[in-house]
């Protein structure tokens, strides 16, 4: 058997962590992956209750349509050697008056910069949601669509985008360009990243 890498210990570690436990309503249950090889990095916000239960990410409506817009399969999107899969929140967080609960916020500020330092491959890390949008991007515009319809600003590495859940299909229809402009220019930069 291979020897545990650096980054194989600290998933681990991650997968271990009970910092929020008092504050998850189904209990800490860490959903990440990750490579050293990877080259695309997906950080969104916090696993929903299907993810939660499953242990897979994406594993939604959510991610159908995320991986819709990537223009990528499961089989590729859940190759941990290409794509590594970290959100701003691990665990589940529970249910507010209006959907998921944010991210809890120990997450990024505990493990992430740890993560990132061993992920030297990564060449496109796409941004989902308003909370990662938040913590990663310094000149921040005022809206989400804005902050999108700005994303070259923001490359190469990030590149911003709504979050894909079926709550935002008002957006979605109002910002119709999204689909028309970001989308494909998203499909180039992924496969470009998936070359190299």
């Known amino acids: 058997m291979a020897r545990a890498t650096r980054l194989d210990r600290l998933l681990a570690e991650v997968r271990a962590c009970r910092v929020c436990e008092p504050e998850l309503p189904l209990g800490p249950k860490p959903v990440l992956r990750a490579k050293r090889s990877a080259r695309i990095l997906v950080m969104g916000q916090a696993p929903g209750i299907r993810v939660h239960k499953t242990g897979i990410p994406w594993n939604d409506a959510s991610g159908k349509r995320l991986r819709q817009w990537m223009d990528l399969d499961e089989s590729v999107f859940y190759d941990a050697q290409r794509?590594?899969?970290?959100?701003?929140?691990f665990c589940y967080p529970g249910t507010g008056r209006s959907g998921d609960l944010p991210p809890r916020k120990?997450?990024?500020?505990l493990w992430h910069q740890r993560l990132l330092s061993l992920l030297p491959k990564i060449?496109?890390?796409l941004l989902v949601g308003r909370y990662a949008q938040k913590h990663y991007l310094t000149d921040l515009c005022p809206t989400l669509a804005e902050t999108v319809r700005?994303?070259?600003?923001?490359?190469?590495l990030y590149f911003p985008l709504p979050h894909p859940s079926p709550r935002n299909i008002g957006w979605?229809?109002?910002n119709r360009w999204f689909e028309a402009e970001a989308v494909?220019?998203?499909?180039k930069k992924i496969q470009a990243a998936l070359r190299s």
């Open 83 to 89: 794509i590594a899969i970290i959100p701003m929140g």
């Open 106 to 109: 120990e997450c990024a500020e």
């Open 123 to 125: 060449q496109l890390a």
């Open 150 to 156: 700005q994303r070259e600003r923001y490359g190469p």
């Open 172 to 174: 979605l229809k109002k």
């Open 184 to 187: 494909p220019q998203l499909r």
